[in-house]
């Protein structure tokens, strides 16, 4: 069974500094790994995904994260943070490995908040 | 840009009624899918839908659950008879492929059964 880790509910950090949220991931194949925000009363927007390749991706508005595959992580990670970062993060997997290959399953979401 | 969108925002029910989720997938996707959303508790995958048929469904979606793509550009969720235990967001997603892509998420429906 596939299943992700977010280890903190709720991430502060200023405008302007960088900032990481942390995903970690357990699957029994190859994960494929995504990130998704969530701004309030809105769905869930995807940012960015890893499946093959060079280790660091690169998303909307300035995102990036970063494959691990030794520490079964992904962190996600901005260079400068913007108040309007400020939403909940989900990672997310996907093993197509086996059964459960269609579904996503998430974390349970951080909340970034980005202070003026 | 393309959006999935979902019919009610926000719809209350009785317990035992039976209510109808509406969505509108990307007019090019082939995979349909629904999650559900309990407040305060992780995203979670119901179906999916390919071809026609389900392809993959999770232990929530139980025989009170049915989902239908009635004619080529709506997919709905039924629930049969409510239970307050399916108050929840519930979110439908739909992707052009499986393997590399993306799933694009619609606004979701509050569901509230009371």
């Known amino acids: 069974a596939q299943s992700v880790a977010q280890p903190e509910d709720q991430v502060n950090v200023a405008e302007g500094n960088p900032l990481t949220v942390k995903c970690t991931y357990s699957?029994?194949?190859?994960?494929?790994l995504f990130w998704y925000v969530q701004y309030p009363n809105r769905g869930l927007q995807f940012l960015l995904k890893?499946?093959?390749?060079?280790?660091l991706v690169k998303g909307s508005y300035g995102f990036e994260a970063e494959f691990n595959k030794s520490q079964t992580s992904f962190h996600l990670k901005k260079p400068s943070a913007l108040v309007s970062d400020s939403a909940l993060y989900f990672c997310?997997?996907?093993?197509?490995?086996?059964?459960?290959?269609?579904?996503?399953?998430f974390g349970k979401g951080t909340k970034l908040s980005v202070i003026p | 840009e393309p959006e999935v969108t979902q019919t009610p925002s926000h719809q209350v029910t009785q317990m035992g009624q039976e209510v109808i989720l509406r969505c509108v997938p990307i007019?090019?996707?082939?995979?349909f899918y629904w999650y559900r959303q309990i407040l305060g508790q992780k995203v979670e995958f119901l179906v999916s839908?390919?071809?026609?048929?389900?392809?993959?469904k999770s232990e929530i979606f139980d025989d009170q659950f049915s989902v239908e793509r009635p004619d080529g550009s709506n997919f709905t969720l039924k629930i049969r008879s409510t239970k307050l235990e399916d108050s929840a967001m519930y979110f439908c997603?739909?992707?052009?492929?499986?393997?590399?892509?993306?799933?694009?998420f619609g606004p979701g429906t509050r569901l509230t059964v009371t």
């Open positions: 997603a739909s992707s052009p492929g499986l393997a590399d892509y993306e799933q694009y």
């Open positions: 699957v029994s194949g190859n994960p494929y």
């Open positions: 890893y499946i093959t390749g060079d280790n």
């Open positions: 997310a997997v996907r093993d197509l490995s086996g059964a459960g290959s269609y579904q996503l399953t």
């Open positions: 007019s090019n996707h082939l995979y």
């Open positions: 839908f390919y071809n026609n048929e389900i392809s993959e």
